[in-house]
């Protein structure tokens, strides 16, 4: 690939992965909705606006620290967290449970729809992998997947906290939500981030759940 090509394909993924992380927090907030709270929707949180969506430290911090400790092969963020209240939902256990899965299911449905698009130029072109376009759906569809698992991390306020929580006894729930409140979780995730072994073994795990799912979804 050229060099002009290449910064042109950078600009497409960096757009289509903003606006990837702009989806994950507009489907919480949509799905908070559905449950009968409406705090997302009255702060604007449901749009395809990026800016409201900006988090010093997720969208600007964390892609930073993930680019350089990867040695430029590897970025990963967020967003600020959609504000939403679990006592307005009509189903407390289930809405909660439900708009944490929102966001991870969107990015899973944008990587499946990346990668299909993919499948549909390879098969248009004979010749995907050589292609601009395929470049830039393969990337997309790796980081939404990246995203999904990332979130999946059941540190507080990571989405997956959210499910782990109910596997917790009841008086261990509440300090384990604490971390998340008190910004404890961030830190225990910074310092996870920057453990070598630790962050090799996580992205070890990482990408192979990566590729197994990329293995069967890309039919060439």
């Not at 950078?10 to 907030?29: P, R, T, Y």
């Not at 963020?77 to 256990?93: E, L, Q, S, T």
């Amino acid at each position: 690939m050229m060099p002009m090509d290449e910064m042109t394909a950078k600009i497409f993924i960096i757009a289509f992965l903003v606006e990837s992380i702009v989806l994950h927090e507009m489907a919480h907030g949509y799905v908070a909705w559905l449950f009968g709270d409406q705090t997302a929707k009255r702060q604007g949180r449901i749009t395809f606006n990026p800016i409201p969506h900006i988090d010093p430290l997720w969208t600007i911090v964390i892609p930073i620290v993930a680019y350089f400790l990867s040695g430029g092969t590897f970025i990963i963020g967020g967003a600020k967290p959609v504000p939403v209240n679990p006592f307005n939902y009509r189903r407390p256990v289930l809405g909660d449970i439900c708009v944490s899965v929102a966001g991870v299911a969107a990015n899973f449905l944008i990587a499946v729809i990346m990668i299909l698009l993919l499948n549909i130029v390879h098969f248009i072109s004979g010749n995907s992998t050589g292609t601009l376009v395929a470049h830039v759906l393969l990337n997309v569809a790796l980081l939404n997947i990246v995203l999904a698992m990332f979130n999946l991390i059941p540190i507080p306020p990571l989405d997956g906290s959210h499910l782990f929580k109910y596997l917790l006894p009841q008086e261990l729930r509440h300090s384990y939500e604490k971390l998340g409140r008190t910004g404890a979780g961030f830190i225990i995730l910074i310092l996870l981030i920057n453990i070598p072994g630790l962050w090799n073994i996580f992205s070890t795990v990482l990408f192979g759940l990566r590729d197994f799912l990329l293995g069967n979804l890309i039919f060439f």
